[in-house]
Each structure stands twice: as structure tokens, then as C-alpha cells.
């Protein structure tokens, strides 16, 4: 199987949230360092536009969102599971739950603390990501921010409550990695994380899942990610219609992607398969040659024409 080769930077959470995914599956993977803000002169060529972090890349074949790369290191590596027997749903609520409500508390927070210290092409490059608002207004959120992250901080604990070492149970899973990385964004810097002291289940929970590392990473440099793509075949092939899609989308029917939250980067391409939970499609670039582009259902448009 060619590498697991994972698109992030080391501040990312959402990042942390799969390393902790491929520690507990215990398979190698190869990192590349991608920089925090635009231009991603590397990452573009593979996603078509997509600007988001991480990104998992198998060969010519390139998947985006966590929910999606959550779902495809299951797919390829399916033991030890995330998913504790007849819990498949439940992870993946966690897993909106946390990336959606969650972690947005966070950012208020952190941001309050921080943001005189936060360099302005950072604020200029997140502001473009959120049409509309200004980046620089995050931090004014931190009040009720503070009140609603209290709140979620107890529904992990509760979830703790009666001793078990992790959120479904015994066992390790997405909803641990989900509800770990917000955790993780502001316990990297103390001052912030203060919020959670009153939980000691949650604290206890958070050093555990800590110690699990980051598995069996190995650095790859940014060009030797696109020498892979650019050497390989995407492994995606074209697949019959889904009988049920509610929209129509078949093989070959020109789309673009966007996520329907924020960083609203439209991705084109042609359709080459697509199914409840994923949408594929085929681009090329001059750098790279033909790649497969991979996305979630749940949060993105998919628009024809």
C-alpha cells in the first residue's frame, strides 16, 4: 500500500486529532509540513484549491476533512477499530458535535488571550477564510464563548463520570480523537486552560490520550509529496451510479466542492464516484499530472456545472 502521507502543521488540531487516530491504529505515516496560512503553493496542486489542514494523501488519491480521513483510515486499516461495537454514529455525532460547537468556543478564548501577540497577515489570511466577519472580532466572543465551552467541558466529564478510561467505554475512539483536539488547542497554552480545572475526570481523560504520541511518524518534504502524486495513478476507479443519489450526480457529470461552513475555496472537477458519505472527483493539475479528490457529504455543497 503506498504511504499514509498527512498534509498539517503542528499547531493544528484538527491535525492532532488524527494523529492521535493513526498513534492508536499503530501504522507508519509520513508527515509534511504545510505553512499555517495562504499561499500553500504544495497543497493546492493536490487539492484544487481546498486550503484546509489536514490532508491525507495516498498516492494520486487525495482526501480532505477529518470526518472523511477518520472514515478512510477505518476503510484501509479497520483494526483496532474507532468504532466500539454499534457506535459508528454515535462517533461521528461526537465528531460534528465537537468540530462545530466544540472547538469554536476555543477559538474565542484562546484569540482573547492571545490576539495583540497574533501577526496581522495571520488575522488578514483567517478574516478571508470567514466572508462577511473579521478574524480580528473573535476575541469580543470570549464571554459567552467561556460560558458555552464550561458547558461542554461537563458533558465530556459526565461522559467520564463513572471511571471508564475513555468517552464510549474501555476503548479508544473517533469520539475520543473529536472531543481531544479542542481540549488539546488550549491546553497548549495554560492560561487558556483554566476552564477545564473543575473536571478532573476530563483532565485525567485528556493526559491519557496525550500519552498515546503520534504513533510511527517519519518527515517527508513538501516536493516529495507532489513527486509521489505526480508518479502515480489515482487508485479511484470510476463507479456505477448511486441509484439513491437525491440529486442525480453520476460519473462524469462536471461539480465543484465547498465546504458550507467557512474557507468557502470551490473545488472543481469531474465526478467519478459518489455515496452517502463521500463525493470523488477527478482533476488534473500541471504539476501533478490526474489526482482523485475525495470529500465528506456532510458539510459540503456540491454544485453542478
Known sequence: MPDLILHHYDTSPFSEKIKKILAYKDVPWRAVEQPTIMPKPHL?????????????????????????????????????????PGAEGTCH????????????????ILFALIGE????????????????????????????????????????????????PFVLGEKFSLADAACYHPVWFLRNFPPAAVIFEEFLPLIAWAERILGMGHGRRSDMTPGEALRVAQESAPATATAAPDTREP????????????????????????????????????????QVGDVVI????????VAQG
Open 44 to 84: 493546492v496542486p493536490l487539492t484544487g484549491g481546498y486550503r484546509r489542514i489536514p490532508v491525507l494523501q495516498i498516492g494520486a488519491d487525495v482526501y480532505c476533512d477529518t470526518q472523511l480521513i477518520a472514515r478512510t483510515l477505518e476503510r484501509l486499516h479497520p483494526e483496532p477499530s474507532i468504532y466500539p
Open 93 to 108: 455525532v461526537w465528531n460534528l458535535w465537537a468540530d462545530r460547537m466544540f472547538f469554536w468556543t476555543t477559538t474565542s
Open 117 to 164: 501577540h497574533v501577526p496581522k497577515e495571520f488575522i488578514e489570511d483567517r478574516t478571508k477564510m470567514l466572508p462577511g466577519r473579521s478574524f480580528a472580532d473573535i476575541p469580543k466572543l470570549a464571554p459567552q464563548a467561556k460560558e458555552q465551552c464550561r458547558g461542554f467541558a461537563q458533558l465530556i466529564a459526565a461522559q467520564l463520570a463513572d471511571g471508564g
Open 247 to 286: 440529486n442525480g450526480l453520476r460519473p462524469g457529470v462536471r461539480v465543484t466542492v465547498t465546504p458550507d461552513d467557512y474557507a468557502f475555496d470551490p473545488v472543481a472537477g469531474e465526478v467519478i464516484a459518489s455515496s452517502i458519505h463521500e463525493i470523488s472527483i477527478r482533476r488534473r493539475d500541471d
Open 294 to 301: 475525495h470529500f465528506p457529504r456532510i458539510g459540503f455543497r
